[in-house]
C-alpha cells in the first residue's frame, strides 16, 4: 500500500500525481499486471513498473505530462523487441505490456483515502473514470485503446501463518513483512522475548497447540510454516491441519525428524499423498547457517510457489 500512501500524502499537500498502472503483462514483460507508480510534479516518485529503460523513459513523461496539466487517462502500449515500429520500451526481454496513465489531483483524494483504508472493496479504471466499487473483482477487459477497463479487488495482500514465534520466526517475520505479506504469528509460550520482539508480525497468537485448527481454517490462498521449538509440538500441530487445504505448507526440520514425523503420521493413517503436499526439508537448499539465511531460503521457495 505504500504507492498509494505516497499518493494521499502528496494530493493532500497540493501536488498532482500521474499514476501508472500496469493493466496487462505478456511473456517476459518486466512489470506485471498490478503494478503502479506514482509520479508527483515535484519529481518524486514511488513504485515500478518493471525498471530499466522503460521505466525511465515513462517517469519522464509522466513528469512532462504534470507540468502540462494532462487530464485525460490513456493506454500506453509498451513491447520489449526491436521489431515493433512504434512503442519499443527500450528493452528486449519480449513481450509486452499495457500501462494505463491517471492523472489525479486534490479532486481524486476521496478515492485514494478508501483504497488506503480499505473502505471499499476493488477500484475500476476506464477511460473516462476512475472510482472505487462496493464489490470484489479482479478483471481486464480489451476491445482497444478506447475501449478497456481494469477492475482489481483493494485487498490484495498476501497472508502467511508461521507457527512458532522463536529467532527463525523473528527473522522469517521481518523479511515477509518487507515482501508485503500480512503475518500472522503463533506460540504457546507466554512472555517470549522473541515475540514481545516481533514488530513485523500483524497479529500475535499466544495458542494452545492442541486447538491450532481453530485459527487455521482452509483456506488455498494462504500460507503456513510450521517451525516450532521440537518434534513433539510439530507433530501436534500438523497431524491437525495436513489435511486442510493451503497455498503452501511448509515444514522446519531435520531430515532425520521429518522420516521420523512422516513415518509415525504414515503408521496413524495419514496417506503419502497428503504428506508429499508439505514442503519439507523447507526452503530452497542455499546451505543455510544462520536463522536470517534460513528464513531467506523460505522466503524464496515461497515466492517461488507464489509466482508459479
Same mark, same amino acid.
Given at each position: 500500500?505504500?504507492?498509494?500512501?505516497?499518493?494521499?500524502?502528496?494530493?493532500?499537500?497540493?501536488?498532482?500525481?500521474?499514476?501508472?498502472?500496469?493493466?496487462?503483462?505478456?511473456?517476459?514483460?518486466?512489470?506485471?499486471?498490478?503494478?503502479?507508480?506514482?509520479?508527483?510534479?515535484?519529481?518524486?516518485?514511488?513504485?515500478?513498473?518493471?525498471?530499466?529503460?522503460?521505466?525511465?523513459?515513462?517517469?519522464?513523461?509522466?513528469?512532462?505530462?504534470?507540468?502540462?496539466?494532462?487530464?485525460?487517462?490513456?493506454?500506453?502500449?509498451?513491447?520489449?523487441?526491436?521489431?515493433?515500429?512504434?512503442?519499443?520500451?527500450?528493452?528486449?526481454?519480449?513481450?509486452?505490456?499495457?500501462?494505463?496513465?491517471?492523472?489525479?489531483?486534490? &479532486?481524486? $483524494?476521496?478515492?485514494?483515502?478508501? #483504497? =488506503? %483504508?480499505?473502505? /471499499?472493496? !476493488?477500484?475500476?479504471?476506464?477511460?473516462?473514470?476512475?472510482?472505487?466499487?462496493?464489490?470484489?473483482?479482479?478483471?481486464?477487459?480489451?476491445?482497444?485503446?478506447?475501449?478497456?477497463?481494469?477492475?482489481?479487488?483493494?485487498?490484495?495482500?498476501n497472508v502467511i501463518h508461521i507457527i512458532g514465534g522463536g529467532h527463525c520466526g523473528l527473522a522469517l517475520s521481518a523479511l515477509m513483512n518487507f515482501l508485503g505479506f500480512y503475518i500472522h504469528i503463533y506460540?504457546?509460550?507466554?512472555?517470549?522475548?522473541?515475540?514481545?520482539?516481533?514488530?513485523?508480525?500483524?497479529? &500475535?497468537? $499466544?495458542?494452545?497447540?492442541?486447538? #491450532? =485448527? %481453530?485459527?487455521? /481454517?482452509? !483456506?488455498?490462498?494462504?500460507?503456513?510454516?510450521?517451525?516450532?521449538?521440537?518434534?513433539?509440538?510439530?507433530?501436534?500441530?500438523?497431524?491437525?491441519?495436513?489435511?486442510?487445504?493451503?497455498?503452501?505448507?511448509?515444514?522446519?526440520?531435520?531430515?532425520?525428524?521429518?522420516?521420523?514425523?512422516?513415518?509415525?503420521?504414515?503408521?496413524?493413517?495419514?496417506?503419502?499423498?497428503?504428506?508429499?503436499?508439505?514442503?519439507?526439508?523447507?526452503?530452497?537448499?542455499?546451505?543455510?547457517?544462520?536463522?536470517?539465511?534460513?528464513?531467506?531460503?523460505?522466503?524464496?521457495?515461497?515466492?517461488?510457489?507464489?509466482?508459479?
Open positions: 500500500m505504500s504507492v498509494w500512501n505516497f499518493i494521499e500524502n502528496k494530493l493532500q499537500h497540493n501536488h498532482n500525481v500521474m499514476l501508472l498502472f500496469v493493466a496487462e503483462s505478456i511473456g517476459s514483460s518486466p512489470g506485471k499486471a498490478g503494478f503502479l507508480l506514482a509520479v508527483a510534479n515535484d519529481d518524486s516518485f514511488n513504485g515500478t513498473i518493471g525498471g530499466g529503460i522503460m521505466e525511465y523513459k515513462l517517469v519522464e513523461k509522466a513528469k512532462s505530462l504534470l507540468q502540462q496539466n494532462h487530464q485525460t487517462i490513456f493506454l500506453q502500449e509498451q513491447y520489449h523487441d526491436k521489431t515493433h515500429a512504434k512503442n519499443q520500451s527500450g528493452m528486449i526481454c519480449s513481450g509486452s505490456q499495457k500501462i494505463i496513465f491517471i492523472p489525479l489531483s486534490e &479532486k481524486n $483524494l476521496t478515492t485514494i483515502h478508501s #483504497i =488506503n %483504508n480499505q473502505t /471499499k472493496k !476493488s477500484f475500476s479504471i476506464t477511460p473516462n473514470s476512475f472510482k472505487t466499487n462496493d464489490f470484489e473483482l479482479t478483471e481486464w477487459k480489451y476491445v482497444d485503446e478506447n475501449n478497456w477497463q481494469y477492475t482489481q479487488n483493494i485487498i490484495q495482500q506460540d504457546d509460550r507466554e512472555n517470549l522475548n522473541t515475540m514481545e520482539e516481533n514488530y513485523y508480525a500483524h497479529k &500475535k497468537h $499466544l495458542v494452545h497447540y492442541e486447538n #491450532i =485448527n %481453530n485459527y487455521l /481454517k482452509t !483456506s488455498d490462498k494462504d500460507y503456513v510454516v510450521l517451525m516450532t521449538i521440537g518434534y513433539r509440538t510439530d507433530k501436534i500441530i500438523l497431524s491437525q491441519i495436513i489435511t486442510n487445504t493451503y497455498h503452501y505448507l511448509g515444514l522446519l526440520g531435520s531430515p532425520k525428524k521429518i522420516d521420523t514425523l512422516f513415518t509415525e503420521l504414515k503408521q496413524e493413517g495419514i496417506s503419502i499423498h497428503i504428506l508429499n503436499k508439505v514442503h519439507t526439508p523447507i526452503g530452497i537448499n542455499i546451505n543455510s547457517q544462520t536463522t536470517q539465511e534460513i528464513a531467506v531460503s523460505i522466503a524464496a521457495e515461497i515466492i517461488k510457489v507464489k509466482n508459479a
